[in-house]
Structures are given as C-alpha cells and as structure tokens.
C-alpha cells in the first residue's frame, strides 16, 4: 500500500509469482485489498487482440500485454467483462495464457461478484442500509419525525431534504468523522511502535485503503470508518509497518505478524468488502 502502488493484493506472504487483482471502472477491488506496494507502471507494448477465454458461462475477451517493469503475471478483470493478463519481462505470453487458464474459477467468481455489486442501489435514502463500523445500520428518520434531519448507527445529521438521495451528505459527514478519528490512532500506534511519522492525511482513494510515502507521510481512506476497528487498526499498523520496510517482503509480513496478530482477519474482512472503493 505504499505511494506509487497499483493497489494489489496477493495473498499474505506469498512468494509464488502469480498475483490476481480485479479492476473494475479503473479501481482496483483485488483479492482483497492486501498488499499494497507494488509498482507497476503503466504497461507498454501493444496488446493482443482477438483472443478469447472459455469460461462455464461462455467466452471472454482476453487481453495479453508485455510490461518490462513487471516482476510477476498479473491477471485483472476488468468491469466490462474482459479479462487482462500483463505479462513481465522474462515471462512468454503462451505462459499468460496458461496463467489466465489456471485461475478461470477466479474469474467466473469473480464475474458474479460484479454482478451482484452491480444490482446494488446507488442511492442512500431513507431506510437504505449502509455499513458504518463495521455493521449493516438503516438511514432513518429523526427521532422527532422532521424531515431535516436523519440518524444512522450512533451518528446523526442534518439533512437538506430526507426524501432526496442522502449519500453526498452522508458521505461527506462519514469523511469529517474519519478526518476527526484516524489521525491520533495514527499517532497512538506510531508511539506504541516507536516509528516517526509524517503529515497523515485522510482522502478520498477509489483504489486502495490507505499508502506510506517513503518520506513517512500516512494518507487514510475516509471509508476505513465504514470498517470495524481492529481491521482501520490494521491499515493503520500496515502502513507504519512500511516504515520499516517499505516493500512487502517476508520481513514486512513479519513485522505486521508481530505488530498486528489479527492481520489475517482483517484481511479476510477487507477481500470481502472491497467494492466499498467503487
């Protein structure tokens, strides 16, 4: 999850070459939001066309395109149902296709992810649910019953109209409380670690969760607030990790095990709540 980063997650401490990630409008929603740190540039080189790949349900259009800066395969879906396999610099493209093959469960699985992220409402109005820390909580009516203002969870706000779609304001008051909350847990873990930390700022990323500069600056997501605390802990604790090591070798993991023990369930939390970046 470092500056610069894609936005991938492979698995945790994996050292197999092959990463899978799924792209959807542009916003990476990988197998689960994982490490974060690798740098892929944009791919160069001049794409396949015309290849297909066979799936249960029927054929997809596949995409090979050579990346000299790649380390690894890279296997992305993409929103539009076409799937795109970057192939590295020692790497054959008979190997991306056997790469995209080997992983085609992945993919049909990942297809009706989309599907289903796709049927859900765009709109928060009244009586919606939405996920605030953690839990599924309804938008409701004030408790008085006046239009001007609506509660969800523990929070409360007011509204310009409660019979309009409320997810702009929402939003921007779900920011204003990561703003408030996230900093000084920062800071707190920062202390607790014995790290130096920059300025730490709290953004609007449509591809990742949070990123460490090598300069020591932190930037947040303002969703990690929609989260359960141990797993906005955990990218915290991920990215100060990369204080220490600013890459996701074995010995980041293992400072992460070390800081973080419930890492792996909060992965497992973050690979099944990824299109909360669409």
């Not at 892929?40 to 995409?63: D, F, R, S, W, Y």
């Not at 909580?137 to 509204?159: T, Y």
Request: glycine letters at 6%; one cysteine or more.
């Amino acid at each position: 999850m470092s500056e610069g980063s894609l936005k991938e997650y492979p698995s945790i401490g994996n050292t197999n070459r092959e990463t899978l990630d799924l792209i959807a409008n542009g916003e990476c929603t990988s197998l689960t939001e994982r490490v974060q740190s690798e740098f892929h540039p944009k791919p160069v080189g001049h794409p396949t066309a015309g290849e297909a790949l066979a799936l249960a349900g029927g054929q997809i259009p596949l995409t090979l395109i050579r990346n000299p800066r790649a380390r690894r395969y890279i296997l992305r879906l993409h929103q539009d149902g076409h799937a795109r396999v970057t192939i590295p610099r020692s790497g054959s493209a008979s190997e991306a296709r056997r790469f995209a093959e080997r992983n085609k469960a992945w993919i049909e699985g990942q297809l009706q992810r989309l599907a289903s992220v796709s049927n859900r409402p765009n709109e928060w109005r009244v009586g919606t649910e939405i996920l605030f820390r953690g839990e599924a909580v309804k938008v409701e009516v004030s408790i008085n019953g006046e239009c001007s203002s609506v509660r969800f969870g523990s929070e409360a706000l007011k509204v310009t109209d409660c019979a309009a779609d409320l997810r702009g304001e929402i939003e921007r008051h779900l920011w204003k409380l990561a703003a408030k909350e996230l900093p000084p847990r920062v800071l707190e873990f920062a202390a607790r670690h014995q790290l130096q930390v920059g300025p730490v700022s709290v953004r609007n990323q449509r591809s990742r969760w949070g990123s460490c500069s090598r300069r020591g600056t932190i930037s947040l997501n303002w969703r990690l607030v929609q989260a359960p605390r141990f797993v906005s802990d955990y990218i915290i604790v991920h990215e100060l990790m990369h204080l220490r090591q600013m890459n996701h070798s074995p010995r980041f993991w293992t400072e992460v095990a070390r800081a973080f023990p419930m890492y792996q369930a909060a992965e497992h939390w973050l690979k099944h709540h990824a299109s909360l970046l669409r």
